[in-house]
């Protein structure tokens, strides 16, 4: 039972004010002095403050102080006259909630009321989540309070320390890069580079230059010899990114470095030796692409010796509450904000999402609300508009489609949605503009 405490020194205002709140269902105290109402204060368990400005020995102001410092965490909503409402707005400025006139209106009191204490709720779940995270569901910065995601932690935690190949599985946006980044910082590797390779962000035409380097004059332009990635990560780690995308002509060379540690510049003859660990990644599905002749089944066995599968947004949506709450303090931060919670509104908006883009399209659409947040707490008004999405229903209409169509009807939906914009659509996707554009090739889709 919520209690709140009344003070006032006019015993008519404070009688009525107490019976109405006890038929309410409140737990309540009063008040007639700025001193009794600290002792009580000082040793009651107390959610809220009803404060008159003018009290017999204390002024309002000064007592709402005296609370603040002793507990920050009391709401507290000040009583006033008339003439008394600009120190009432200095007070709300100092952190009271809000200010009711006097007559007091009985209705606006009881909505203020469910305000202000859905508001203290919502702070101390957030207070007693952060405590959570920090305890139990934070894995060297990773936030995850799933089941699946602490058999993802406990398996990075066995093979970061060895040299094994390790392939990432999982959709765009599962955060990948983030788990790469991570056994690499848990490896005896650490102090030395970890170098990124997009196979589906470079050209065809750069990525073996951009991989092995060249000797001078192996192409036009080659006027000096270069070192390649895989030279530049020796004794480190290379981070193959969207291996599935790489070329197939270049996978057999990978695989002699897998083998061998060894390979030659573009364009020379000397044998380079490399000390590297090498972690993959995708978000395609192997097998199939083996069976097509797109990927080579000895480099498929190579990097596959460690599996890990990170599960899309949508299958760990425990991981939802944690995940909200560590982006909100992260872009308050950033962009000197004060959120200090989110509506339960908003709280199903998000919960009720399909989130096709995983934990990047949840990060980006936290940040939009905190940057676009009209109070100190996120409500469905700081969240997207429903029309800039596609339901989890849309996308079980159509599951009869193979993957290609699906895939097909989504990408067109979202340029739909983004009027074409590729770079907005490729930020939606989780993908690089590069890749939506292949996509949008390979699908046929039509601008």
């Known amino acids: 039972m919520n209690s709140i405490l009344i003070v006032d020194d006019d015993t008519t205002t404070l009688e009525m004010l107490s019976e109405f709140l006890k038929d309410e269902g409140y737990l309540i105290h009063t008040a007639e002095k700025g001193r009794e109402a600290i002792n009580i204060v000082e040793k009651d368990l107390i959610d809220l403050v009803l404060l008159d400005l003018k009290l017999g020995d204390m002024n309002g102001t000064e007592v709402f102080h005296e609370i603040k410092k002793m507990n920050p965490e009391i709401q507290v909503i000040m009583i006033t006259a008339y003439g008394e409402i600009e120190t009432a707005v200095k007070a709300i400025k100092a952190g009271a909630y809000d200010f009711l006139s006097k007559p007091i209106n009985m209705d606006e009191l009881r909505i203020i009321i469910d305000k202000v204490l859905e508001k203290r709720e919502l702070l101390r779940e957030n207070r007693e989540l952060k405590e959570i995270i920090k305890k139990q569901y934070t894995f060297e910065g990773i936030i995850g309070t799933s089941e699946k995601m602490q058999e993802v932690f406990s398996i990075v935690k066995r093979v970061a320390p060895t040299d094994s190949t390790v392939l990432i599985r999982g959709e765009s946006g599962t955060g990948k890069e983030l788990i790469a980044r991570l056994i690499h910082q848990l490896n005896p590797r650490r102090e030395k580079p970890f170098i990124k390779i997009s196979c589906a962000a470079i050209p065809e035409g750069l990525i073996e230059s951009e991989l092995f380097g060249y000797e001078k004059g192996a192409f036009t332009g080659a006027d000096k010899k270069k070192e390649g990635k895989l030279e530049l990560a020796n004794e480190g780690t290379v981070f193959l990114d969207e291996i599935g995308d790489m070329p197939?002509?270049?996978?057999?060379?990978?695989?002699?470095?897998?083998?061998?540690?060894?390979?030659?510049?573009?364009?020379?003859?000397?044998?380079?030796?490399?000390?590297?660990?090498?972690?993959?990644?995708?978000?395609?599905?192997?097998?199939?692409?083996?069976?097509?002749?797109?990927?080579?089944?000895?480099?498929?066995?190579?990097?596959n010796v460690i599996s890990i599968f990170l599960p899309p947004l949508i299958e760990k949506k425990e991981d939802i509450r944690c995940l909200t709450e560590f982006f909100l303090e992260k872009y308050c931060l950033l962009h000197n904000k004060k959120i200090k919670g989110v509506s339960k509104e908003a709280w199903d908006w998000l919960f009720k999402y399909s989130w096709p883009g995983n934990v990047r399209e949840l990060e980006n659409i936290i940040e939009r609300a905190v940057v676009l947040a009209r109070e100190e707490i996120i409500t469905s008004r700081d969240l997207p508009p429903e029309s800039m999405f596609i339901s989890e229903e849309d996308i079980i209409k159509d599951r009869e489609c193979t993957l290609d169509e699906l895939e097909k009807i989504y990408i067109k939906k979202i340029l739909q949605k983004t009027k074409g914009n590729k770079n907005e659509a490729a930020r939606i996707l989780g993908v690089h503009r590069n890749t939506l554009g292949r996509k949008i090739k390979e699908l046929e889709i039509k601008s």
Do not use: C, P
Not at 269 to 288: P, S
């Open 248 to 303: 197939l002509s270049l996978q057999v060379k990978i695989l002699r470095v897998l083998q061998e540690k060894e390979f030659e510049r573009l364009g020379g003859k000397e044998t380079v030796k490399v000390d590297v660990r090498i972690i993959t990644a995708t978000n395609r599905d192997l097998e199939y692409l083996i069976k097509q002749k797109m990927f080579r089944e000895d480099l498929y066995f190579r990097i």
